[in-house]
C-alpha cells in the first residue's frame, strides 16, 4: 500500500495538472495569507470569492463583512469542491489549512468537517486534516481481536476501513475507550495513544483506519491530560450552547458542562460535567460516563458515572500567606461499580476513598 500523501506545508509552484486550494471571502479580496499566493502565483482572480481561476480554487470562510462563516457553509463549499474534483480526474487538488489562518478557525474544527466526507482520491489534505490522533485500549499482553500489537510499531492492512467490520479500530475521545474496554476487566487500563495515518472511517465515538502508529501507554494522570486537551482542542467561545464548551465559575459558585464538555469551578465551588467530561474543582466536582472529576482542597469530594476516573487531593497551609498550599495526600481510582460505586460521593479519609453524602 503506498504512502498517504499530504498537502505540503509550503507550496511555491505547481505542475500543469495540480491545483491550490486557498481560503478566501464572500468579497474576493486575496489580500494576505494563502490566498495572497495565489493571486501572486498561481493565477487567482481578485473579486472571484469561490471556485477554481487559473490554478487555484477558492473556499470562502469570511463573509462580506470579513466575519466567520458557518462551519455548515465550509462544508457546503467543500462538497462543492469534492464534486469539481470528481468530474476532473485529471487534476489534482492541494488543499491548504483554510479558515485557519486570518479566518481564525480552530484546525481540529475544520479538520472534522473534512473527516466527515468522502475525500476523492486526486483530493490531497494537510496532514492537520487526516490523521487522527486517537486512543486504543489492549489487552495485557498487547492484543486486540486476536491481532498482536507492539508499541512504537506501524500496522496497515490493504483495505477499506468500515467500523465495527474492517480495520484498526479507536477512538478520538480518550475515556470513550471505557464503552469497549470496561474498568472492571483491568483491560482500560492498558491504553495507548495512536495515529491513523491511512484512510479513516468514523461512527459516533469509533473509528476505524488502515494504517495505524502505536505511541505510548497512558497511566491515569497521562489520561486525564490527554482528555483535558482533546476537550480543549475542540473548544470555541462562540457559542456557549455547544456540549463541548468549557464553563468555569469563581469561589462558591457553580458550573456544568454537557457531554465533552470541561467545567471548573473555584474555592467551595461546585463543578459538573456530562458522559466523557471533565470536572475540576475546589470544593466538589462530578463528572457522567466515563468522565473526569478532580478536586483539590480540604473536605473536598468527587463522583462519577461507569468507568469515570476520580482524583481527590487534600491539601494544607505550607506557608505564612494564605494562598501556599501543598498536598498532603492524593489518590486517583476509576469507577468500576463494585471497589468505587458509580453516581456516589466520596473523599479522602487516611488517604482511601470513603462514602460520603452528598
Not at 473579486?47 to 477554481?52: I, M
Not at 467551595?268 to 467530561?277: D, E, I, L, M, R
Request: proline content about 3%.
Amino acid at each position: 500500500m503506498e504512502n498517504r500523501q499530504f498537502t505540503p506545508e509550503n507550496i511555491t509552484e505547481l505542475k500543469d495538472h495540480e491545483v491550490f486550494v486557498f481560503g478566501s471571502n464572500m468579497n474576493g479580496n486575496h489580500a494576505g495569507g494563502a490566498a495572497r499566493i495565489a493571486v501572486e502565483k498561481f493565477g487567482a482572480i481578485m473579486g472571484q470569492a469561490e471556485g477554481l481561476q487559473g490554478q487555484a480554487y477558492a473556499i470562502p470562510t469570511l463573509d462580506k463583512d470579513m466575519q466567520k462563516v458557518s462551519e455548515d457553509d465550509i462544508e457546503m463549499s467543500v462538497t462543492k469542491l469534492y464534486d469539481f474534483a470528481k468530474h476532473n480526474p485529471d487534476k489534482t487538488f492541494y488543499v491548504t489549512k483554510i479558515g485557519c489562518g486570518i479566518a481564525g478557525f480552530n484546525q481540529y474544527r475544520i479538520g472534522d468537517i473534512f473527516k466527515r466526507l468522502d475525500t476523492p482520491e486526486n483530493v490531497i489534505l494537510p496532514k492537520e486534516f487526516c490523521v487522527l490522533e486517537g486512543y486504543k485500549a489492549f489487552n495485557n499482553d498487547m492484543t486486540c481481536r486476536g491481532f498482536q500489537y507492539k508499541e512504537g510499531e506501524t500496522y496497515s492492512e490493504d483495505v477499506t476501513p468500515d467500523v465495527c467490520s474492517r480495520g484498526f479500530h479507536f477512538c478520538e475521545n480518550p475515556l470513550a475507550v471505557r464503552d469497549y474496554y470496561s474498568a472492571a476487566d483491568g483491560k482500560a487500563n492498558h491504553i495507548h495513544k495512536v495515529e491513523a495515518i491511512g484512510l479513516t472511517k468514523t461512527d459516533g465515538n469509533k473509528s476505524a483506519t488502515n494504517k495505524i502508529r502505536i505511541g505510548a501507554r497512558l497511566d491515569i494522570a497521562g489520561l486525564c491530560r490527554a482528555h483535558f486537551e482533546y476537550v480543549h482542542n475542540r473548544c470555541t467561545n462562540e457559542n456557549n450552547a455547544e456540549p463541548e464548551q468549557p464553563a468555569a465559575a469563581g469561589e462558591n459558585g457553580s458550573a456544568a458542562a454537557g457531554e465533552n464538555g470541561s467545567a471548573a469551578a473555584g474555592f467551595k465551588g461546585s463543578a459538573a460535567a456530562g458522559s466523557y467530561g471533565s470536572a475540576v474543582s475546589r470544593g466538589s466536582a462530578e463528572s457522567g460516563k466515563n468522565g473526569i472529576s478532580v478536586a483539590r482542597g480540604n473536605d473536598v469530594k468527587v463522583r462519577g458515572g461507569m468507568g469515570a476516573i476520580l482524583l481527590l487531593a487534600e491539601e494544607y497551609k505550607s506557608g505564612e500567606n494564605d494562598d501556599v498550599y501543598a498536598i498532603k495526600q492524593w489518590k486517583a481510582a476509576v469507577v468500576d461499580g463494585e471497589t468505587i460505586k458509580a453516581d456516589t460521593w466520596y473523599k479522602l479519609v487516611d488517604g482511601e476513598f470513603v462514602e460520603c453524602k452528598e
